[in-house]
């Protein structure tokens, strides 16, 4: 086994290259992947913009897909040469946020409190999966065989993706018979778009000015698309509903109007659902907010990891319910991966999400 990898390392703002680094030690916990696809991730790209902060030198990413190369000595239910995935967020399962069921919030207790964010770890407090290999930890409460028979793009949106975008649905409590509305269809809107089909929505509005996702959204269960960009979407969401405005609004897109059209747009009691990732401070006006009278909910999440959430979603891809593929657009080998952040921060081209294979 070779001593170094190649790895997309976080150099400075607007900078991440491809560098040799060493490949990681195996604690007793762990598990050594190495990637046989991986993705760019938004937030990759506020690292990049220097909008999200992480120490210089970490290597990026979130979403894995590989094969296990080693593991380590306490690790029991795995086998070497296991094709697995791992959620972007790995939970150790014993800190107290996990022990309360918010496992995504998960990272040392201290007199001071938790960190938020702490069980997003890859790409983020330690290595990520833009690399040849992927040391995982905690590997018995984070590591999901793949099903037999499905490919490494058709569980690529499972470690991210997918469980945002249906966690958007979860967190919104969509329920039989609902009307959703989902502002931005990009990657995370699509699969909140799914999710909320799944559920049971019955009316699902998709707001969307690019017709190629406006396309996407419809067949991941969008009744009506809404484009932002010829018509005011509160007026033609509540046009749709006939002015009794929706049940959930899903915001994935990270900005300040979106998130006030999504909360202007709920019905008395409604929840709004925020999935996006904030680069400023949001304001909530006074009058959306019905100054605090309204009886609304605003709920955010961070995506769900952990093995039996990556079951569950790989269960969802296996039995036909989804199908995710359509979501990437174009492949680069790891030794491109320069030219794939160019194209994906600029969001060229039609790009929705980038395989990477080593």
Request: overall charge negative; aromatic content about 4%.
């Amino acid at each position: 086994m070779p001593k170094t990898m190649k790895a997309a390392i976080f150099v400075d703002t607007n900078r991440i290259v491809l560098d040799e680094k060493p490949i990681p030690d195996v604690g007793p916990l762990d598990a050594l992947i190495r990637i046989t696809t991986t993705t760019i991730c938004g937030t990759d790209i506020h690292i990049l913009k220097g909008e999200y902060p992480v120490e210089r030198g970490l290597t990026i990413g979130h979403e894995p897909v590989g094969i296990i190369e080693k593991l380590g000595s306490a690790v029991r239910g795995y086998t070497e040469g296991q094709r697995v995935i791992a959620g972007a967020i790995t939970p150790s399962g014993y800190s107290n946020a996990c022990l309360c069921g918010c496992h995504s919030q998960d990272g040392p207790d201290t007199p001071h409190g938790f960190k938020p964010l702490g069980g997003w770890r890859f790409g983020n407090t330690i290595d990520g999966a833009q690399a040849e290999y992927l040391l995982v930890p905690d590997a018995m409460t984070n590591l999901a065989p793949i099903p037999d028979g499905l490919e490494d793009e058709q569980v690529l949106m499972c470690p991210d993706i997918m469980s945002t975008g249906f966690s958007g649905a979860e967190s919104g409590a969509v329920k039989i018979g609902d009307t959703v509305a989902v502002f931005a269809q990009g990657p995370i809107g699509l699969c909140a778009t799914a999710g909320a089909r799944l559920m049971g929505a019955s009316t699902i509005i998709a707001v969307e000015a690019v017709p190629a996702r406006q396309e996407i959204a419809r067949t991941m269960g969008a009744d009506h698309v809404v484009d932002f960009s010829k018509v005011d979407p509160v007026e033609a969401i509540m046009g749709l509903t006939g002015g009794r405005g929706v049940d959930v609004s899903i915001e994935a897109l990270g900005r300040q109007a979106t998130f006030e059209a999504a909360l202007r747009i709920l019905r008395p009691g409604g929840t709004l659902s925020s999935l996006g990732v904030y680069s400023d401070d949001l304001t909530i006006p006074l009058g959306a907010f019905h100054a605090g009278l309204g009886d609304n909910k605003i709920v955010t999440t961070l995506c769900p990891g952990g093995k039996e959430r990556m079951r569950r979603l790989m269960d969802v891809i296996a039995s036909d319910r989804l199908d995710t593929r359509a979501l990437v657009t174009h492949r680069f080998k790891l030794d491109e991966i320069e030219d794939a952040y160019d194209l994906f921060a600029n969001q060229r081209d039609g790009v929705l999400k980038v395989a990477i294979t080593p």
